[in-house]
Nanobody, 125 residues
């Protein structure tokens, strides 16, 4: 069974920062694009960001552009999401997922095969 484990979530004030990590085991990380998704209470799951197999391509949902940065270290089997200037609207459970993209990536959750259990992020004063 493939394993993805998110960490780094928590409670932060508006304007603050968090770095989420997604660690993988059971497969070769660099064969997969990785996406970050989030789901807020009462809302549908939303694609936030993704990064291609080797990190050459990244995509972001418009609402986080300029604030969030995705990166990966395939040698450590870890993908990161640096979140700056956090807003209350960013409050959600954040999930990482691996997708079998040969090149590039997108934010369609149906294209991702393996998912972590999520890490909650709460942005509140």
């Amino acid at each position: 069974q493939l394993q993805l484990v998110e960490s780094g979530g928590g409670l932060v004030q508006p304007g603050g920062s968090l770095r989420l990590s997604c660690a993988a085991s059971g497969f070769t990380w660099d064969y997969y694009a990785v996406g970050w998704f989030r789901q807020a209470p009462g809302k549908e799951r939303e694609g936030v960001s993704c990064i291609s197999r080797r990190g050459g391509t990244t995509n972001y949902v418009d609402s986080v552009k300029g604030r969030f940065t995705i990166s990966r270290d395939n040698g450590k089997n870890t993908v990161y999401l640096q979140m700056n200037s956090l807003k209350p609207e960013d409050t959600a459970v954040y999930y990482c997922a691996a997708g079998n993209y040969w090149s590039g990536c997108d934010l369609k959750s149906t294209e991702y095969d393996s998912w972590g259990q999520g890490t909650p992020v709460t942005v509140s004063s």
